[in-house]
């Protein structure tokens, strides 16, 4: 069994760029999530994908968007980057909504 | 807006004793609550979790305890270990959202 993985690791960009990054959920699950954590700070939840659909969004503006595809995995796009948008994006995938998340490890993003 | 938050930025134990971590939350909509164990350079690690029609959750060394009426909940460590260091994050659910709180930082000394 497989754990979650995300890429990249690290990545820097400037402002005003677009950044697209990865995540593999766990095997056998269905349901993934993002988090954004700024440093020294607990996660903020930016929305969660079931099956490929949308299924709820935390307060983030509309140039945070996702995707999820048929073999559940995802992708976390954000346009226009700002210099706040630094910081360290988890994926976590689950059977059902919350219950049981795994996180990966994260991708660190530095906006300058 | 709803926020769940923790009473300590830092909480100091020794080896052997029993920590305790304490979380309020704010909406009183909250069904379901997580916490999270996050060591350093890694993403959060599932601790335990207790629906809102329970008061009380043991797991293998640690106890989560729920009190509805003034919406707070505790995690409880028992004998904790120097492998229990890390930062530790309370979560709550409401319908499609998930707030974490800000997080405690278990430092533990032999």
């Known amino acids: 069994e497989t754990g979650v993985t995300q890429s990249p690791t690290h990545l820097i960009k400037t402002r005003g760029q677009q950044v697209t990054l990865r995540c593999s959920s766990q095997s056998g699950h269905n349901t993934v999530s993002w988090y954004q954590q700024a440093l020294g700070q607990g996660p903020q939840f930016i929305f969660q994908?079931?099956?490929?659909?949308?299924?709820g969004r935390g307060n983030f503006p509309p140039r945070f968007s996702g995707l999820q595809f048929p073999n559940y995995s995802s992708e976390l796009n954000v346009n226009a980057l700002e210099l706040d948008d630094s910081a360290l994006y988890l994926c976590a995938s689950s059977q059902t909504g919350f219950v049981e998340q795994f996180f990966g490890p994260g991708t660190r993003l530095t906006v300058l | 807006g709803e926020s769940v938050g923790l009473h300590l930025p830092t909480l100091s134990v020794q080896e052997g004793d029993n920590s305790i971590i304490n979380c309020a939350y704010s909406n009183s909509a909250s069904d379901y609550f997580i916490w999270y164990k996050q060591e350093s350079g890694k993403g959060p690690q599932f601790i335990i979790d207790?629906?809102?029609?329970?008061d009380k959750r043991q797991g293998q060394r640690v106890t989560v305890l729920l009190n509805k009426t003034v919406k707070h909940l505790s995690l409880q460590i028992a004998a904790t270990q120097p492998g229990d260091s890390a930062v530790y994050f309370c979560?709550?659910?409401?319908?499609?959202?998930?707030?974490f709180g800000t997080g405690t930082r278990l430092q533990v000394f032999p």
């Open positions: 994908y079931y099956r490929e659909e949308e299924n």
């Open positions: 207790i629906r809102s029609n329970m």
């Open positions: 979560a709550a659910v409401n319908t499609d959202k998930l707030i």
